[in-house]
Each structure stands twice: as C-alpha cells, then as structure tokens.
C-alpha cells in the first residue's frame, strides 16, 4: 500500500537536503501528522538528538505549536499531507495574529497520476487555501531543486517572519502505488 | 445559572496565579482570558482571542522550549473540546512542566451560555486515558491552592485538572488583544530581542 512508483522510495537525496537546512537553521520542535513521502525526514528528526519530533492527532495543532515553541524561543517546521492544509485554516489566523517564523512543508497528493479521487479535491485547493491564508507558498518539483527552494522558503520564514509552505510535489515524491 | 455549591472563576483563576513565580500563563479563548486578564496583566500572559481549540498546544509548544519554567494553560470547557486530540499529544510527549486547567461550566458563556458537551463527558477521565496520570478534578479553594503549589513542580508533570464552576457571566475584563505586542513582551521577559 505504501510503495511508490519510482526509485524515491530508496533512500532519497531530497529529504536528507531538507533535513541539513533545518539542522542549519536550528530548528528544535517539528510536528507532523505521517505522510509516506516524509516518512524519510521523521526518521531522521526522530534520530536527532536536538530535535523534537511531534506526532500530532490533526495537523491544527502543528500550527498552534509553532506558536507556542516560539514564544518560548524556539523555531519549528510542520510537516504534513496536502489534505491536511484543509485542517489548519482558522488555525493559521495565528501567523498573522502574532507574525512569528512560520514553515511547513506539505507533500503533496491528487495530482500527477494520483490512483485515489478523494485525494483529489483537497489536493487540487491546497495551494490556493494555503495563499487565501496568508501563507506564501514555494514549490519543488524535482529533486535537484529541493535545496534551493528550501534554502528561499527557510531564509524568508525564519529570517523576515513570513509566513511560508512548501509544496513537495507528487511528481517529485512519487505516485502512491494501490496493489491489490 | 448560578449553583451555590460551584467555584467562583475569578475567584480560582486569582487562587491558580497569586503565587505563579515565573510561570508563564496561556489563556484560552473566551472568559479564561477575563480570568486571567482579571487577576492582573503580566509579562508571561499569552492571551488568546481566536484560535480555538489550540491553547493546549501553543502551551505544549512553549513548556517543551523552556523545560525549566512552569506553563499553565487555563482554559474552558468548550475550548478544551474542540482541541480534544491536543490531550493525546500531551499524553505522548508528557511535559513535566505544563499544567492544564480546564474551567468547566458546562457552556459556551461567551456565545449565550449553550449547553455544552461536559455535562455528559468527563474531561478527566479522557486526560487520564490520553496518558495523564496526574489528572484531577477540583472542587473547593483549598484543593485549588494546593494544585497551584503542585504547578511549580517541573519535574512531575504533565498534569490536568477540571473545576467545575459557576456558569453565572461575569463582567469582562478585557485583556490586551494585540498579538505582537503580547508575543513580543512574553518574549522579551524570557530573555528574546525582537527579530
């Protein structure tokens, strides 16, 4: 249930770019709802020693986290799925309520080959939810350019306090595959 | 609305803060921000006014950034209710310096007192069964005060505690209601220069 159509279900590159910008930026508490396309990153926030992984019950809370992590100084990263960005509208009122440093990076799915049609809705109004919030949004489409959009999306979130997603595309992570 | 029998909320709000050190307190939407705006404004007050259901988490994510400072969430019932899962991930992560106290008037006061889901759910027994241990139900002065003497402690945390109170409105005090300058002075009194 859980296989990809391409090679990225093999350790990736693109996931260990993404971990060394957060390492680089400092960031301390990462709450994530699972997704298989980040399941590589958890692995490693889970095996680093200055970072927080957070399993979350509904990604809101991710939102309400980051809040909280920065007033008490510290800088966070919420990881989920496309159809979770629908979770977090009223919830993301707090980027602008309080301007802090505010990333979250969104695998992406309903789109490019996507096998399930209820993935699809979601997927296809994340982007435009995302905008409507307040949220600047980045995307990377292939592994080679990973780095520099996270490298833009962490500078200007962290940096200028703008409130930033990133999209991970599903042409980069790789259709889910449904077997039988 | 008024029962003899329950606590006065401004009355367990002022008893919970009256000797808080450096704790710091996150207020959740509604008539816990009054409380607690009532018992005098302070540098360590995060004030809520929207973003319901997130108090628990923001407090979450505060206690598990300055592990060595008490961190109080004071809520209500409905507010509690909708952020229910927030629970199990406090359960998960058990922070030993966050407390978690829910004001529970069985309503939604600030939207004309509606009937709310505590008159039926035990939000005690749902704390304890999302993983915490310390989870108590209050119900005089005397027990209040010696929670908040509890509250100090950062090494035996988490804990979750629900007072059942008077539904009676009571006059709002208005706590500050810009986030960045609330966010930006807690943030300074722990020591942070703005960006």
Redesign the interface.
Known sequence: MHARADASTDAASWPEDIFAILQRFEV??VPYVPDAGHSQLIERVLGEPSM?G?????E???????????????R?VLLMQSSGVGNCI??L??TQ????PFLTLVTMRGEWGEFNPWQVPMGTSTQGVLELAGIRVLRASHPDEVREVMEAAASQAY?A?TPTAVLLSQRLIGTKVFVK | MSKANLLNRRQVVASLLASRGDAIAVGGLGASTYDIAAAGDHARNLYLWGAMGGAVMIGLGVALAQPKLPVLVITGDGEMLMGLGSLATVGLQKPKNLSIIVLDNESYGETGGQMSHTAAADLVGIARACGIADSVALATLDEIAAFAARMQDVSAGPRFANIKIDAANLERVLSNRDGMFVLTRLRGALGFPPI
């Open positions: 301390r508490q927080r957070i399993a979350l019950t509904t809101e809370e991710g939102v309400a986290l980051l809040l909280g992590a920065w007033a008490g100084g510290q966070g009223n919830m009122s707090l309520i309080f301007r802090f940096d306090c």
